[in-house]
T-cell receptor, first 116, second 113 residues
Framework: AQTVTQSQPEMSVQEAETVTLSCTYD???????LFWYKQPPSRQMILVIR??????QNATENRFSVNFQKAAKSFSLKISDSQLGDTAMYFC?????????????FGTGTLLAVQP | DAGITQSPRHKVTETGTPVTLRCHQT?????MYWYRQDPGHGLRLIHY???????DKGEVSDGYSVSRSKTEDFLLTLESATSSQTSVYFC????????????FGPGTRLTVT
């Protein structure tokens, strides 16, 4: 069975600074996807970034980038130039590639507060 | 935004009463999911559907049943609600296969007193 671990329940960062959220996972699969989801106070789940395990290049979406270390089973999220609107709960998630049902397995989340 | 709605958005009910939550999509996606979100647990899969009348259990299915009689609707039923089922419930949809992205509904906050 796959597990996803987020060891930082809460983090805080100053506006315009950079912050890194940690995620580790455990799986025996070789092909899979990893995701970061953002959940602002509105409660809506928003996909921030995704990484295919077979790709060596780290994914980047504007101010969001990941550091994917497959051998270490680590998948951290870096947010650059933090903005007040980045305040949210962030979830790391795993999906087995090629599975018929595309089930997501989530970590417990990191609550990020961006301070003005 | 993907066309997913959930109803009701908020509900308070008493222990022992039946409750049905509805998820409705306008995307014609094959896969639909029900998750619950609890502090310290993230989101956990309750049940999912891979087609009309085709459903299967997730990791926390005890006390819940589902039905999908048409593509657009996925119902989650708590036959006899308990306080441990107080949670926020999310529906998600996916085209499935190589299209891996899941789109989430706005959530339903259920309180069982």
């Amino acid at each position: 069975a796959q597990t996803v671990t987020q060891s930082q329940p809460e983090m805080s960062v100053q506006e315009a600074e950079t912050v890194t959220l940690s995620c580790t996972y455990d799986t025996s699969e070789n092909n899979y996807y990893l995701f970061w989801y953002k959940q602002p106070p509105s409660r809506q789940m928003i996909l921030v970034i995704r990484q295919e395990a077979y790709k060596q290049q780290n994914a980047t979406e504007n101010r969001f980038s990941v550091n994917f270390q497959k051998a270490a089973k680590s998948f951290s999220l870096k947010i650059s130039d933090s903005q007040l609107g980045d305040t949210a709960m962030y979830f790391c998630a795993f999906m087995k590639y090629g599975g018929a049902t595309n089930k997501l397995i989530f970590g417990t989340g990191t609550l990020l507060a961006v301070q003005p | 935004d993907a066309g997913i709605t959930q109803s009701p958005r908020h509900k308070v009910t008493e222990t022992g009463t039946p409750v049905t939550l509805r998820c409705h999509q306008t995307e014609n996606h094959r896969y639909m999911y029900w998750y619950r979100q609890d502090p310290g647990h993230g989101l956990r899969l309750i049940h999912y559907s891979y087609g009309v009348k085709d459903t299967d259990k997730g990791e926390v299915s005890d006390g819940y049943s589902v039905s999908r009689s048409k593509t657009e609707d996925f119902l989650l039923t708590l036959e006899s609600a308990t306080s441990s089922q107080t949670s926020v419930y999310f529906c998600a949809i996916s085209e499935g296969g190589s299209s891996y992205e899941q789109y989430f509904g706005p959530g339903t906050r259920l309180t069982v007193t």
